[in-house]
Structure formats: C-alpha cells, structure tokens
C-alpha cells in the first residue's frame, strides 16, 4: 500500500514536469493515484553512473515535444557534461547521444540535470 503511494506521488511529480501540452494526458490510475495528498518527495535513488573515455552515452529521454525541447536538452548535455563530444538530441527516438572525451563522464548527473527540467531520461546504454 505504501508502495503504491510512492508510485502515485512519483507519478504525480513527473506530470508535473511536463512543459508541452502534447503528451500530458494521463490515464485514470494515474489520475486517481495524483490526487492523493504528497507528504514526501519521491527521490530517485542516487546511483553513481559514470561512462569511461572513449565511450558513446545514449540517454533515453521523455516528454520532449518539440525543436525547443531538443535545443533545451542538447545545451544542459553540453553544459553538464565537460568532456561531451558530438552531442545529438533525436526527436523522433527520445534519445540524447554523446561520446565521452574525458578520463570519465558522468552520466548519472546528466540524466538527473535533463529530468529535473522536465524530460524523464536515463541511461539507454
Ligand atoms: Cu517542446
């Protein structure tokens, strides 16, 4: 029960990312599941993900709707991640790529920065 709580306060506070209208229907679970009162955040649990020099990322990445939501992921990968090379956002793939041009890159606080903003995103590997 409490489990399923967490699903829905966690549920909830990704809906609440979303910044285009497009995909931000949710579905009655969801729904019922978002009305319930949110006592505590849903943190996601911090594991340490770190990509090796030389090594191509490719991050899934939600909820973007648009070439401003490209834009918006493609300078916070660059901004965020120091050793980021060829850094590609697709559209149509919901997916962000970048080779790994330092001793390591760290993948972990790139899909935190690019889910705090809105978009959902992990590591594809
Ligand atoms: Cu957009």
Redesign the pocket.
């Known amino acids: 029960m409490k489990n399923l709580f967490l699903l829905g306060s966690l549920l909830a506070s990704l809906g609440a990312y979303a910044?285009?209208d497009e995909e931000t229907k949710t579905d009655a679970v969801t729904k019922a599941l978002s009305t319930a009162p949110i006592t505590a955040p849903a943190a996601a649990p911090a594991v340490a993900q770190t990509a090796l020099k030389g090594e191509t990322v490719v991050l899934s990445v939600r909820k973007?709707?648009?070439?401003?939501?490209v834009s918006k992921v493609e300078k916070l990968v660059k901004e965020t991640v120091p050793g980021a090379e060829g850094v590609t956002v697709d559209l149509e793939k919901k997916e962000a790529r970048f080779t790994c041009n330092a001793s390591s890159c760290d993948v972990g606080k790139v899909t935190a920065a690019i889910t705090k903003i809105g978009y959902p995103a992990a590591w594809a590997r």
């Open positions: 910044t285009c973007m709707h648009c070439g401003g939501c």
